[in-house]
């Protein structure tokens, strides 16, 4: 089996509370990042909440990547779907969220990967950054709720990071992200608001796919 093909195949991952049920898919070919062996990690929202690796958000994120050219893996945390385990906290999320990235890199070695999650995974997100078991490139944080979880270290990523938030959210405080974003993330980054957009993007999400694939290329290329 390929794990990477172009057709999004089902896997399972081995994580520290058991199986995580998972699918990958490799990136477009003439994608514009297509061939630098690049590897996007993809977390879903709350699973309290109803949040797995189907959300519309995380589908979208998903095909932002591919057509970018970058292969992606997207998983579902313990306790959602078919993954085994129970939730916790993102704290156990987090290593869910790092086997995977060592999944990643016996797949392909020498791969350079990003990260991207969407309201409680961009914490998840956020927190592996600093455990990664290898160098993280990029990280992209969608209706990031940083007034619930921490996320950056004194107001530091060591990557590139791109932060999404809807101006009308009802689940994340926006002025709360926009506050945090403009006074305190001193890090290489970029906001892509959208002040009529809700938590989860309803009509928006073409306009937000549009803008990340713009977005990600231009933070890759100015940090090389």
Known sequence: MTVFSQTET??????????LEARSQGGNPDGVLAGAGRIAL???PHP???????NKVVSTLVRVYRELGVDTVRFNFRGVGKSEGQFDRAVGEVDDLLAVQSWAIAQRPKARQLLAGFS????VAAAAVYRAVAAVEH???VAPPVERYAYDRDGHFPCPVCVV????????VPEGVFR???HHLASSRRLLRYDDAGHFFHGRLTGLKRDLMAVIPEQLEAQA
């Not at 309290?48 to 189907?54: E, K, N, P, W």
């Not at 409680?120 to 914490?123: D, Q, Y």
């Not at 938030?165 to 994340?172: H, I, K, L, P, S």
């Open 48 to 54: 309290q909440h109803g949040g797995t690796m189907d």
């Open 42 to 44: 993809i977390c879903h």
């Open 120 to 123: 409680f995974g961009s914490a």
């Open 10 to 19: 089902a896997i399972t991952i081995d994580g520290p509370a058991g199986v």
């Open 180 to 182: 945090w974003y403009e």
């Open 165 to 172: 938030q809807g101006g009308a959210d009802d689940v994340v």
């Open 139 to 141: 990280l992209t944080l």
